[in-house]
């Protein structure tokens, strides 16, 4: 296997003095390299690639050189291996990006290359060909670009595996979205993403965004990863809740800074997030489930203005994918709208090549169009959920022996109370009647456990429920309610999040012996629901933090 540490966007910064400083967060950019440095190179990685934009400063500012030997100082634990893409910090920016700053040039890359070595270059590693690209010079019309190309239309047709490193994405939503600040241009861009479809091109890994964020295209993957230093403003705009002027309107939100481990191997890769001086280290699986019933792929105008006053630049919220890497879930609950929606259900295919498994969920009795579109679409979905009002079991049974995925057999039903409520359970009651034949293509039945439930009572009726589940030979899940106060007034007690998320775990790691007694388990709720009905906290909150306390929670 063949490890590759991944930094980008260190803005690195004259020592002593700073004449570029214009927020309080800057005077932490040096520092928060060196944490970065410190976790990479206690990872021993075998190559350590920067993906540009080393220093804050420009090519022709007085403290460029002085900021590079900083940077120099800083990076040198990682030296021995180091590769550098160049960014447009390093070497001037992409032709046509109109925001004032120095264009890419080939006096700018011939000093870079004196500085950190050549600007494109390849590694042969065991499992794949490693590649450093010069992105700011694509579309110059400079020779220096048509050399590039040569250089890479030569590697990729040798027709090894390749990982592609560079600056620019060469796109921020779409391939086909118009040219801005933040993408290739559209003629270098078609010739990059050809190559990658007729080429071996595993992964196209970038920075300049400063924010996180995943495609795919074909069989290549596109990563995007965030800056060591800071977050770019404008994209504060990704996540529903205002970043505040304690920070800097959006532009210093550690939990949104990071580096990242390639890990290669025959089979293929994994990224792995990190941040500050912890090395990142791939998260043990978690056998807990999520329903994404918040926002998991939402596509966000960008205000128009700032670095793009001609553009109006559209991204992907991917807060909530980050999120479960790093808590190594990879079994979500999705409405079943969410597949028939041909946007997400495409964005489905694509957190599938990082093997997540779906779970949809449906209410009533299906229809013949609804059985028809799931068979379309059956090789999206590990299991379907069919949830009828209890007098319509007899219905939703039938239906069910016609469909062409594997059903869990669940419920919606009242929630009861003193009063009544339009919302419903999501589930079988553990100590409630069950069906005494099932069909073929159920294989489980879904149960509820109310955040009502006391610790011992929930751990007694899941008991119950797998046991019941197993004497008609199928298996369990367990939906486990959150904590939550009544519909219009939220619950926001962390410690108490934390020990369901703990009982959780536990149910997930199975409560008896053998295959059908360890239960599928979801909890209902992932991102915090802050608006609407029935507020209440997650593991993660709308800025795209993990609780702390959750993680270990899951993390058993």
Not at 72 to 95: E, F, S, T, Y
Not at 307 to 320: E, I, N, S, V
Not at 326 to 338: K, N, Q, W, Y
């Amino acid at each position: 296997m063949t490890t590759v540490a991944l930094l980008t966007d260190t803005h690195i910064r004259a020592e002593p003095a700073d004449r570029q400083a214009a927020y309080p967060s800057d005077a932490r950019h040096n520092a928060r390299a060196r944490e970065t440095v410190r976790a990479l190179a206690a990872a021993r990685p075998d190559w350590t690639v920067h993906l540009g934009d080393l220093t804050h400063s420009l090519p022709g500012q007085p403290d460029h050189a002085a900021a590079w030997e900083t940077a120099r100082r800083i990076l040198a634990p990682l030296a021995d291996r180091l590769l550098v893409a160049p960014g447009n910090h390093d070497v001037g920016d992409k032709p046509g990006a109109r925001v004032g700053a120095p264009v890419a040039a080939p006096a700018h890359h011939a000093a870079f290359a004196r500085a950190w070595g050549p600007p494109w270059r390849l590694v042969e590693a065991p499992e794949a060909d490693l590649v450093v690209l010069d992105a700011p010079i694509l579309g110059t019309g400079h020779p220096e670009e048509a050399e590039q190309r040569r250089f890479l239309e030569g590697v990729l047709a040798r027709g090894r595996r390749a990982f592609l490193f560079l600056h620019y994405p060469p796109f921020l939503l779409d391939p086909d979205e118009p040219d801005h600040y933040d993408n290739l241009d559209r003629e270098p861009r078609r010739w990059l993403l050809d190559l990658c479809r007729k080429r071996r091109v595993e992964a196209v890994i970038a920075g300049h965004v400063h924010t996180f964020g995943y495609h795919r295209l074909g069989d290549t993957a596109f990563w995007l990863l965030p800056s060591t230093a800071f977050t770019r403003p404008e994209y504060a705009e990704l996540f529903p809740v205002p970043p505040g002027p304690e920070a800097e309107n959006g532009r210093d939100v550690p939990h949104r800074l990071g580096h990242a481990l390639l890990r290669v191997d025959r089979e293929g890769h994994r990224l792995v997030l990190g941040h500050g001086a912890t090395p990142p280290l791939p998260p043990a699986p978690c056998p807990v489930g999520a329903w994404l019933d918040g926002p998991w792929c939402r596509v966000v105008d960008l205000p128009a203005g700032d670095l793009d006053p001609f553009h109006r630049k559209r991204a992907r919220d991917d807060h909530a994918l980050r999120a479960l890497l790093a808590l190594g879930i990879r079994t979500v609950r999705l409405p079943v709208s969410d597949l028939l929606h041909p946007p997400t259900r495409r964005r489905m295919g694509e957190w599938a090549a990082l093997g997540f498994r779906f779970v949809v969920a449906s209410g009533g009795v299906p229809d013949r169009e609804l059985i028809a579109a799931m068979g379309r679409q059956a090789g999206r979905v590990a299991l379907w959920e069919i949830a009828p009002h209890p007098e319509q079991a007899a219905e939703a049974l039938a239906a069910a022996a016609e469909a062409p995925v594997p059903v869990a057999l669940g419920a919606s039903r009242p929630r009861g109370g003193r009063r009544f409520s339009h919302f419903p359970r999501m589930g079988l009651d553990p100590g409630g009647p069950l069906p005494r034949e099932l069909p073929g293509p159920v294989t489980h039945l879904a149960f509820d456990l109310p955040a009502a439930l006391p610790e011992a009572e929930a751990e007694a009726a899941a008991r119950a429920a797998v046991r019941r589940a197993g004497e008609l030979g199928r298996k369990a899940i367990l939906h486990v309610e959150l904590p939550r106060g009544d519909e219009g007034r939220p619950r926001l007690d962390e410690a108490a999040l934390a020990r369901r998320l703990a009982l959780a775990r536990r149910l997930a790691d199975g409560p008896g012996a053998g295959d059908l007694a360890r239960p599928l388990v979801f909890i209902d709720t992932f991102t915090d629901k802050d608006r609407g009905y029935w507020p209440r906290i997650g593991p993660v909150d709308r800025a795209g933090r993990v609780r702390e306390a959750a993680a270990r929670a899951l993390a058993g």
